[in-house]
């Protein structure tokens, strides 16, 4: 039975939450392969819309596939924020429900849907007045920049359903339902693929809006997901059930989430900030080059996808058998999870070797694209063995409530590593454009051995939050 708190007794007179499964007792195997899936199915959903809009909006040609690219490192940036946000939550929630405190988790969500509809109302006045300068920082063809304010202005504009459906997501894995999220993801996202292609290509009764119609259907099927979310979280059908009930502006809360997610919010910031000084080194060699990236970028986020649901389900696990006092379940459930996303992409690179070419259609034809992006997705493979460990890890350590470790790292990784190196291979070897991409692959080898070495100190166990 739930204890009262400070925050209030657990739904005096109110429908109870729907119970989840305790995560911390059992077969840790079991429990990271019965959290993990829906949370696979739901992460690679999520990364399923940029992806639908690249394929359709590829029928429009490569300047609007570059515009979009672009603009979706802005989107990035502004994901990576919340993310950060949203780790700090995972990691709160998680820790109390491990302690058997739900009354805490749901004042923990409360006070982050605060921090993040403020910060959704900002980045709103930053997409109405500053996208076309935002893309005018590269030095990309008149026709790229402007498909890409367009694109990037109205996902900014809608960005609160966006971020308060990530955060009613977050809050519901962290308290160990994993199986609502993923039928709300795939509800919204079937809906986003059926209605794609009319917005985009002016299909049946709909005007052709092009680059606008993708992200319009972005938008739209995010906020259609957002009502779903907020239904099952006030009305108790899944295991957190949300209440306004003493609602008030805690600001001690606010600061011990915005404490643990300002690191991993920085950490995704500064990873996509990289992404733009990567895009302005690939523009260098055309417009070709900038899509042939951009693709397989598109490429990456859904390959990436089922390893980043493992990672969260790991982390989550992590957070509650934390709380629950069981450190060493928390650890071993890491490797466990590491060793599956090391499977897992080591038979996504086999295929990928054997098919590149064929995956650069689904986006584009154009000969020259399709030559150079499966050149850039096979050098990729080299790394993503290890960047599916890495990701994990990150979770793990992450989701512990221990962000400042990760952030140092990706400092590292990308601004004294992966820079650095995509400016001087093209330089000092004969690598030309193909030397920005092996820069990625080293990058995420010295990434890797900083986490494993991090990972097996311990210290991530001993955070207090």
Not at 112 to 132: P, Q, T
Not at 403 to 426: E, R
Not at 427 to 442: P, Q, S
Request: aromatic letters at 8%; charged letters at 10%; glycine letters at 12%.
């Amino acid at each position: 039975m739930a204890r009262p708190n400070k925050y209030g007794s657990a739904g005096l007179g109110v429908r109870q939450p729907r119970p989840s499964p305790d995560w911390t007792q059992g077969s840790i195997i079991s429990n990271l392969l019965r959290m993990s899936w829906p949370m696979v199915v739901s992460s690679s959903l999520n990364m399923l819309g940029p992806t639908i809009d690249m394929i359709w909006v590829g029928r429009l040609g490569s300047t609007a596939i570059a515009g979009v690219g672009v603009a979706g490192i802005a989107v990035q940036l502004l994901m990576s924020a919340v993310m950060g946000m949203g780790m700090g939550m995972r990691a709160m929630i998680a820790r109390s429900i491990g302690a058997r405190d739900p009354a805490s988790a749901n004042h923990v969500a409360i006070q982050s849907f605060v921090v993040s509809a403020v910060f959704a109302a900002v980045m709103a006045v930053v997409g109405l007045f500053l996208s076309e300068a935002i893309m005018r920082l590269f030095p990309l063809e008149e026709g790229v920049i402007l498909e890409g304010a367009t694109y990037l202005r109205i996902v900014f504009v809608g960005a609160i359903a966006m971020i308060l459906r990530m955060m009613c997501e977050t809050a519901m894995q962290a308290a160990g339902d994993a199986q609502t999220p993923m039928r709300i993801a795939v509800l919204f996202r079937a809906f986003h693929v059926a209605l794609c292609p009319f917005m985009v290509l002016g299909w049946w009764v709909f005007p052709q809006l092009g680059v606008t119609g993708a992200a319009l259907t972005n938008i739209i099927s995010q906020s259609l997901g957002l009502g779903l979310s907020l239904w099952y979280l006030t009305s108790g059908r899944t295991s957190l059930r949300l209440t306004l009930r003493g609602f008030r502006v805690d600001a001690s809360t606010i600061w011990r989430i915005v404490r643990i997610g300002v690191p991993a919010s920085i950490m995704g910031m500064q990873q996509a900030l990289g992404g733009f000084v990567f895009v302005r080194i690939m523009s260098v060699f055309g417009t070709y080059a900038v899509a042939a990236h951009t693709v397989s970028q598109r490429v990456e986020m859904v390959l990436f996808m089922p390893v980043v649901g493992l990672g969260t389900a790991a982390g989550v696990l992590a957070g509650q058998n934390l709380g629950a006092r069981h450190p060493e379940r928390a650890e071993r459930g890491g490797w466990i999870a590491a060793g599956l996303a090391v499977g897992f992409m080591a038979v996504c690179c086999g295929g990928l070797l054997l098919g590149a070419e064929g995956v650069v259609s689904i986006f584009n034809q154009e000969s020259g694209l399709v030559d150079m992006g499966s050149v850039f997705i096979r050098i990729a493979t080299a790394g993503y063995i290890l960047i599916g460990l890495m990701i994990v890890l990150q979770f793990c350590i992450s989701g512990a409530g221990d962000t400042v470790p990760a952030m140092l790292f990706s400092v590292l990784i990308v601004w004294g590593v992966q820079i650095p190196l995509a400016y001087l291979l093209p330089e000092v070897t004969d690598l030309g454009v193909y030397g920005v991409r092996w820069a990625i692959v080293v990058a995420i080898a010295v990434g890797a051995v900083a986490y494993i070495l991090y990972f097996r100190t311990g210290r991530w166990k001993r955070k207090r939050l």
